[in-house]
């Protein structure tokens, strides 16, 4: 018996269980759907909750996972849509309108072509550190947004958005959970993997990572590509779920959003960034259909005050002691279910909830190593 | 395969008109430990850095085995044999023991994996993963440090951080090891063990050491051959008792006699 069980116990749940609550939230959708119907609130909802899930993961690879500040993740998803819908209109042409196959194959060319702009804008903008990255990246995202709203109207569109084949909306959303799992799986494998460990590493400390042998260029390459793969997935995403594509939305409000929940499901956690994801678009779309008229005005009010208050309890010295009594991981160590500490390789065991970007780590930001140390404490170098 | 593990030929760097180091010669033998020693601001750490690509060295070269390493990345530089540790310790702190070390594996040869493979998790990414695991933990033993392996490297004493570093370098595989203060801050009998594991490194590792040190009783116990270094320049070189006791080098150290 212990022998069958011996290869589940090295299983890391850290990773598996993020993986089956998408699976199982979605399958149960799925039956609900198929049985009675979704009304299409729910629908739009649901959509909208796995697009932002692809993107909160993929820009946390960059953010939580390398450290680096990147603001232009609207962006890489702007191209992705456009990219995408435009094949999709294409394809539309010669075959079937709204099949899985045109979708297919725009979900490819859309990835793929955000994936090479992250490439092009990877390669100068990974040279520049810090608060630099995300200025250039910010000015990225505007770039490809003010690109896309200009263009003629027979290409993308033009200012009045560029109008896509829209696909069967009652199972849309089941793509939509099966390109998060794909997302999960290519992220988390990859941080689970040496190279998600050179990448980590690259983030604690790029000086000794330098010194250490990794390619930090090259990591950093790998990361920025891989997220704007990504986003470009949720964009053509996007562009199926919506008929019309609008320059607009992909403003730098949405980058910031995204790195919003990014910060708020913790630097480094993929499942809070599943989980504040999902929260924080259902707060917004509640929030949008509960006040209207007037009141819409309030919207951002009550939105921003819910972040601070999130962010203090996470944060407050004074609530540690409750939060240390009451949080998930303590109530299930109670159960007892969970207790066991594993000595397993395939987890990673860092403390990611406290760790800084870059932005903080001014000591990092410089490959000057003696100038900075004794700027920092002169009377301490070459003791 | 070349006389030397290393040798630099007038290496030198200048930042702007500031001549930080210049003409410094070092010939290095194969097991050898050989310190760099001087006062504040001789330049000792800079040399290191020049060594390991931090700075490039606007004259001069320095060879490894006989090949020219003037001139190429710090990754590269790592690739082709010298591995070193920091002044103040920098280690990946968020990361575990192991992982620190298993950092250092990352580019040998025998655990290559491509991107590819791990993110479809083929069985070659868990072999690779599991031989690296076996490899950290001998390495980590070696070092008495396995008990401590899935503790987060900031959270281990000072001492065992030095221990912990110098275990990172030598994952790497290298041909010479430079460790740059490695007595800074222990006490005398903390540095009395880091001398008896850099002995250790040497003979079983089959290592050649290059180390930064201010404690001369570390320095006399178990350098071979020193280099003593002021404002940059060469003071004195050659067997350790014979270069300290060098007239220029108690002077350098304690000033004049009026």
Redesign the interface.
Known sequence: MNKILEPFKRISWKYLINYIAVAVVGLLFTVLTFSSGLPQSTLFLLEKITMNIILVVSLSLVVGFLGELSLGHAGFMCVGAYIGGKVACILSESIDGDGIVSFLIALLVGAAVAGAFGFIIGLPALRLKGDYLAIVTLAFGEIVKTVFANSSEDTFGGSMGLRTPRFDKQYLFIIGFVLVLITLAVIQNLIRSKHGRAITAIRDNEIAARATGINVTKYKLIAFVISAIFAGVAGVFYSFANSTVKASVFDYNYSIDILIMVVIGGMGNISGAIISATAITYINTELQTLLTGGAAVYKDIIYALILIVIIIYNNASALKSFRERFNLKALLKKTKLFNKTRQGYADDEGKWDRVPTKIDMDELLSVDVNVVESIKNPDKEEM | MAEYVLETKNLGISFGGLKAVQDVNLKIAKNEIYGLIGP???G???VF?ML?G?YQPTTGTFYLDGENLTGLS??KI??KGI??T???I???????V??NV???L??LPE?K?G?IP????LPK?YR???A??ARAEEILDIFGLKELK?T?ACNLPYGKQRKLEIA??LS?SPKLLLLDEPA?GMNPQETAELMDTIRFVRDNFDMTILLIE?DMSLVQGICDNVTVLNFGTTLAQGKTDEALADPEVVKAYLGDDD
């Open positions: 504040n601001g001789a000792k750490t800079t850095n390991t931090v710090q990754e790592n690739h591995a070193r920091f002044q103040n920098r280690l990946f702190n968020n990361m575990t192991i992982r298993m950092v250092g990352h580019n655990f994996c991107v791990t993110i479809l998790r990414q690779t993963e599991r690296m695991v899935n987060l990172r370098a790497t800074a201010h």
